[in-house]
């Protein structure tokens, strides 16, 4: 199979690519933008509730966040997949433009579209729960031990992605992405956020799922790093995308 192939297929499919509808980039933006904002909508949203549910217990409050936010995902991959690709992380879309299977300039609108999604979801979260519409986190994340967290949960997430489509697994996707992010949330000190958008949206709300604006730039480097790694080890990995051979 020849590399252009390789990458004519992987640009068609969900989390590598802009998504099998072969859409234009308007209605592609518009996919990211909402699916980031009702994955953030489902972050916030499921945090408040749980701390309204299960008051003085965290640890129950964090199962509840996370349940939701992974059967969230799993229903906006499988919504948004072939629209756009679903990536609604701009770490997601960081690594496909490397792979080459989004131009640099749909790239980075997506990534506007992300934050703004992010942004639009944190807000509607807060509201839909009789809060003000924007209210900034006091809760501080900052630590060595939360960045190394971050690094882990990003590469795990984007080898989760790449390791079921190069073996042709692309309609796992959304479920092993789906049960990687709920599995992060208890594995890693950060709770696996693993995504720079989902950061920025999150700054926004002083709720369990919170983060303090001063501790974002840090989150937001700790994941482009993973995103880094995670580049070179599914070039090392997985040399060979045999997600062609699933289709024939």
């Keep these: 199979m020849s590399s252009a192939n390789e990458s004519r297929d992987l640009e068609r499919l969900p989390e590598t690519g802009t998504g099998d509808l072969r859409l234009d980039l308007v209605r592609r933006l518009v996919a990211e933008c909402l699916g ?57 879309t960081f690594v496909d433009r490397a792979m080459g299977t989004i131009k640099s300039r749909d790239a980075a609108l997506y990534v506007v579209a992300q934050v703004i999604g992010a942004c639009l979801g944190a807000m509607t979260a807060n509201l839909i729960f009789s809060l003000p519409a924007v209210t900034l986190s006091t809760h501080s994340r900052s630590s060595w031990a939360l960045w190394i967290s971050e690094v ?3 590469v795990g997430l984007l080898m989760v992605i790449h390791g079921c489509v190069r073996t042709g697994r692309s309609n796992m996707v959304p479920f092993a992405v789906g049960i990687w992010i709920g599995g992060a949330y208890f594995f890693t000190s950060s709770t696996s956020f693993a995504n720079p958008a989902a950061a920025i949206g999150r700054m926004l709300t002083n ?36 997600s062609r051979d699933a289709h024939e």
């Design 152 to 154: 882990i949960a990003t």
């Design 36 to 92: 980031t904002a009702f994955l953030l909508l489902a972050v916030i949203g499921s945090g408040i509730m749980a701390q309204r549910l299960s008051p003085s217990d965290v640890g129950l409050e964090l199962l509840e966040n996370a349940a939701a936010t992974a059967a969230a995902l799993i229903g906006l991959i499988l919504m948004f997949g072939a629209v756009s690709g679903a990536h609604f992380n701009p770490a997601v």
């Design 207 to 242: 709720s369990f799922a919170g983060i303090e604006p001063s501790s974002v730039p840090m989150f937001i480097v700790a994941e482009m790093i993973g995103a880094v790694i995670a580049i070179g080890l599914i070039v090392l990995l997985y040399p060979v995308d045999h």
